[in-house]
C-alpha cells in the first residue's frame, strides 16, 4: 500500500523530496507552496484528516555534545551525532500528520521556514483541525500563521513572554508567580530557582 502512494507522490512530486523510512513516508516541501500542495494531497489523494500539526526546533540538531556537564563518553544518546555540524540549515519546521481513510494512506509533510520569521500560510482553510493546532505551534514555538482567523495563546499566560518548547528557552523559564497579600493580586517576579542539567549520569565499571 505505501509503495502505491509512493508511487502517486512520486508522479506529482519530484522524488528528491520524498523520503521513506521507517514504514513512513515524509514529503518535504516550501512553506511558500504548502497551501497549494495541501489541496492536491486533499483533492487528489484523499487525505481529508490532518491529525496533527506541531513545530519542530532544529537548533544544534546532530550535535555530539550537551548544553552543560555531560557528554558523549559519559551518556550514550543511541544515534550516531556530527560534532559541531547542523543537518538543516533552517531551524524551524512545521510538521503536518495527514489521513486519508478512504484509502487507509498515512504521510507526513514537512515545511521549513525562516528564523527570522517563522511564517507559514494557514491550513485552517483545508482542515478546521488546524486550527488549535496552529495556535499550539504560535504559542509554544513562535510560528506565525498567516491568515489564521484567530491567533492567539492557548496554553501559557496571556502575558506570557517566549517560546516555552523552544530549544533555547531556560528549562526553569524566566519568571515565577505568587500571590501578594499586601497588593491583594498575583505578581511576576524573576524565578529564583537555580539550573539545573538533568541528564543522566551513566557510570560505568
Known sequence: MMQKLLAQLEEMFEAGDIVSAYGELTLTVDSKDI???????????????????????????????????????????????????????????????LLSVSNNYRIRVKAFVDEAEPIIKSVTHIWASADWY???????????????????????DYGFVGHPLRKDFPMIGEVEMRYDEDLG??????????????VPKVIRK
Open 35 to 97: 497551501v497549494g500542495i495541501c489541496l492536491k494531497l486533499r483533492d487528489k489523494l484523499a487525505f481529508d484528516t490532518l491529525i496533527d500539526l506541531c513545530a519542530v526546533d532544529y537548533l544544534s540538531y546532530g550535535q555530539s555534545e550537551w548544553a552543560g556537564d555531560a557528554s558523549h563518553s559519559g551518556y550514550s544518546r543511541g544515534r550516531s551525532a556530527q560534532a559541531g555540524k547542523d543537518k538543516y540549515q533552517q531551524r524551524f519546521a512545521v510538521v503536518y500528520h
Open 185 to 198: 493580586r498575583v505578581v511576576y517576579e524573576k524565578v529564583s530557582i537555580e539550573p539545573n542539567i538533568n
Open 134 to 156: 496552529e495556535r499550539e505551534a504560535f504559542d509554544l514555538m513562535g510560528i506565525l500563521f498567516e491568515n489564521h482567523t484567530d491567533l492567539r495563546r492557548i496554553l501559557t
